[in-house]
C-alpha cells in the first residue's frame, strides 16, 4: 500500500441492503479517495446491534456490506476493508469517550432523536451513545479526513468537541482535527415515499429505497411508483421549492448521470412525471446493473469474502492497537 499524509475512515452499517443513498451519499464518492489517501472503510457491525439485528441476517449483510462495497470499486489491495467487531479497540476507545462526551452533547443529536422516535425509553444505550462510538472508529486510526453524507455531519462535529476535550483535559496534543469531505449533488437521498425523510436501509417500506441489489424490474416499479405531484416540471429549481419528491428525483437523475439538476430541470421543463420517470429508471438501471451483477458473483464467494474482511482486520488491528496503547497511558491505566 503507499503511504499517504491524510488517511481517511469511514463505514457503513449491515443493518440492511446497501441503498441508492448509501452509493450515492457515501461508497461512490470514496472510490477515488483510494488514490490520493490512506483509506481505511469499515462494516460497522457494532453500530448495527444498536437496533435489533437478527444474528443471521447481521451476519449475511456483513458479507453483503463488503461486497457491495467491492462491487462499487473499493479495492482491498488499495484500501483496508473490515468489520468492526474484529478490532476490539473500537470498543475499548468507545468507553474511554462515553466517559469524555457529555450528555448534553448527545441530547442534542438529531440522529438519535429520528431513529428513537416517540420512544425513547425503550431505544437501546447504545443508539445514544452511537456518536461516542463513531468518534472511536474515526480517532482510533486518527483519521484526518472522513467522508460523510450530510446526515452524518452533526456526528462528526461531535467527534471533533470529543477529540478537542481529551486533549484539553489530559493536556496533550493527541487526536488531529478531523474534518468532513462532503461531495456534490445527491449526497442526502430522500425516500421514493416522502421526500423529507431520508431514505434508509431500514425503514420498513421496501419501496421507499432502491437497494444495490434490486433487479432492473424492481428498480423501475419503484420508480414509476415513487411520490410525486401533479404538477409539471419547472424550467428552473425553484419551481420545485415545496416539492419536496420531485426534487428529490431530479437529484437522484442529476448525480446519476454526473449533471447538475438546473439542467435536467431544464431538460424536462413543462413536461409531466412519466418521461421522466421512464428515464430515470433506465439510468437507475445503467448505473446499478454492473454493481449488482458484481455484488451477486461475489455473495457467491463467501471464503474470498470472509478472508478480505480478516485481512483487512489485522492490518486495522496493527495500526489501531499501538494508539489505543498510547491513550491508555494517557489516561492513566496501569498495565504493569
Ligand atoms: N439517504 C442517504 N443519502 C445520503 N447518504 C446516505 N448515507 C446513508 N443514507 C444516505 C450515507 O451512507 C453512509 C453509511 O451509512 P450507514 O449505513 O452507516 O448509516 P445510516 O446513515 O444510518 O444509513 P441508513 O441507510 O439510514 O441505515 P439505517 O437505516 O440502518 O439507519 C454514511 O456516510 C451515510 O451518511
Redesign the pocket.
Known amino acids: 500500500m503507499t503511504s499517504f499524509k491524510q488517511r481517511v475512515f469511514?463505514?457503513?452499517?449491515p443493518?440492511?441492503n446497501l441503498?441508492l443513498?448509501?452509493y450515492?451519499?457515501?461508497?461512490r464518492n470514496w472510490v477515488g479517495l483510494q488514490d490520493t489517501h490512506e483509506t481505511i472503510f469499515c462494516v460497522?457491525d457494532l453500530?448495527?446491534i444498536t437496533?435489533w439485528q437478527d444474528p443471521n441476517t447481521l451476519r449475511d449483510a456483513t458479507r453483503e456490506v463488503a461486497a457491495g462495497m467491492i462491487a462499487c470499486g473499493i479495492d482491498p489491495k488499495k484500501s483496508i476493508l473490515f468489520n468492526q467487531s474484529q478490532v476490539s479497540a473500537h470498543a475499548e476507545l468507545a468507553w474511554i469517550f462515553n466517559c469524555v462526551a457529555r450528555m448534553g452533547w448527545l441530547n442534542r443529536m438529531t440522529?438519535f432523536k429520528e431513529?428513537a422516535g416517540k420512544n425513547s425509553e425503550r431505544a437501546s444505550v447504545g443508539l445514544y451513545v452511537y456518536p461516542d462510538l463513531m468518534a472511536a472508529d474515526i480517532l482510533l486510526y486518527k483519521a484526518t479526513h472522513v467522508?460523510?453524507?450530510?446526515?452524518?455531519k452533526q456526528h462528526l462535529e461531535l467527534t471533533r468537541d470529543i477529540a478537542q476535550k481529551f486533549n484539553n483535559d489530559y493536556k496533550v496534543d493527541f487526536f488531529p482535527s478531523v474534518e468532513p469531505l462532503i461531495f456534490g449533488e445527491g449526497?442526502?437521498?430522500?425516500s421514493l415515499r416522502d421526500g423529507n425523510a431520508?431514505?434508509?436501509?431500514?425503514?420498513p417500506s421496501e419501496n421507499s429505497r432502491i437497494n444495490l441489489t434490486d433487479d432492473r424490474d424492481v428498480i423501475a416499479k419503484k420508480i414509476r411508483k415513487a411520490r410525486t405531484d401533479s404538477e409539471p416540471l419547472p424550467e428552473t429549481l425553484e419551481g420545485l421549492e415545496g416539492r419536496a419528491e420531485a426534487r428529490n428525483l431530479m437529484n437522484i437523475f442529476a448525480a446519476l448521470s454526473d449533471q447538475t439538476a438546473a439542467t435536467i430541470c431544464q431538460q424536462y421543463a413543462g413536461q409531466g412525471f412519466a418521461e421522466f420517470k421512464s428515464d430515470l429508471a433506465d439510468l437507475s438501471v445503467e448505473v446499478l446493473g454492473p454493481i449488482t451483477d458484481e455484488m451477486r458473483r461475489l455473495m457467491g464467494d463467501k471464503a474470498y469474502l470472509d478472508s478480505v474482511l480478516r485481512e483487512g482486520a489485522s492490518k486495522a488491528d496493527a495500526i489501531a492497537r499501538p494508539i489505543l496503547k498510547e491513550i491508555y497511558d494517557i489516561v492513566g491505566f496501569l498495565r504493569p
Open positions: 469511514s463505514g457503513v452499517q443493518s440492511g441503498t443513498g448509501n450515492l451519499g457515501a461508497i460497522v453500530h448495527a437496533t440522529q431513529k467522508p460523510v453524507g450530510a446526515d452524518q449526497t442526502r437521498v430522500m431520508k431514505m434508509s436501509k431500514s425503514d
